[in-house]
């Protein structure tokens, strides 16, 4: 399996700020998810993001307020902007191992808190 | 009607008991089932996953899909303590370019000694 890190683990930011959350992998994967879990909720998928070509965004996500960075193949960037108390969520990056869409592993995950 | 149903719980059991967790789905084209444990403050732990239907064994996991039925169980021997946790479980269609990991809601689970 991959080992992901994630960072920052966890962080309370101010009203209207913007946040960028690191994902580093110890191998070289095609396909980088990000997700977030709100709290009591399951995790919906933000967008996929692959090296080399822009992220693709699910409905309800747009790239203004979560704009992505897939600079090389272990690593990403998921930037919150403009935070509101109601993006105070866990962030979850994660990646397909092995290419094949069925074994999707997650990092710790980040957990934000907006006040 | 959400695409995969799961009961929330918390489901509390004494130890060594066998655990049942199930899921329920509505899209006919999922095929891959996986199952996630995700301890408190941390990310989703992928337990086991399964093609198609039918059963698959790991040492105290055992997870079985059912597509006639669009329901899928994961059961847990001899529980433990250690396995209290939230169990998520998840599915997706064949084509992995274009078909997203559907996750369930949770289900809760606190196995007491």
């Known amino acids: 399996s991959a080992v992901i890190s994630q960072k920052p683990s966890r962080d309370i930011c101010q009203r209207g700020t913007s946040l960028t959350i690191q994902c580093q992998v110890d191998s070289q994967v095609t396909m980088m998810f990000w997700y977030r879990q709100q709290p009591g909720q399951s995790l919906t998928l933000i967008a996929t993001a692959n090296q080399g070509s822009e992220a693709t965004y699910e409905s309800g996500f747009v790239i203004d307020k979560f704009p992505i960075s897939r600079p090389n193949l272990t690593f990403s960037t998921l930037t919150v902007s403009n935070m509101s108390p109601e993006d105070s969520s866990i962030y979850l990056c994660?990646?397909?191992?092995?290419?094949?869409?069925?074994?999707?592993?997650f990092g710790e995950g980040s957990w934000l808190t907006v006040v | 009607q959400k695409e995969v149903e799961q009961d929330p719980g918390p489901l509390s059991v004494p130890e060594g008991a066998i655990v049942s967790l199930n899921c329920t789905y509505s899209?006919?084209?999922?095929?891959?089932f996986m199952w996630y444990r995700q301890y408190s403050r941390k990310g989703p732990e992928l337990l086991m996953y399964t093609y198609s239907s039918g059963n698959k064994e790991d040492g105290r996991f055992t997870a079985q899909v059912d597509k006639s039925s669009k329901y899928i169980s994961l059961f847990i021997r001899d529980s433990q303590p250690s396995d209290s946790a939230t169990y998520l479980c998840a599915m997706s269609g064949v084509s992995y370019n274009t078909d997203k990991l559907i996750f369930g809601t949770g289900t809760r689970l606190q196995v007491f000694p």
């Open positions: 994660s990646v397909d191992w092995r290419g094949s869409g069925n074994t999707i592993y």
């Open positions: 899209n006919s084209a999922f095929q891959y």
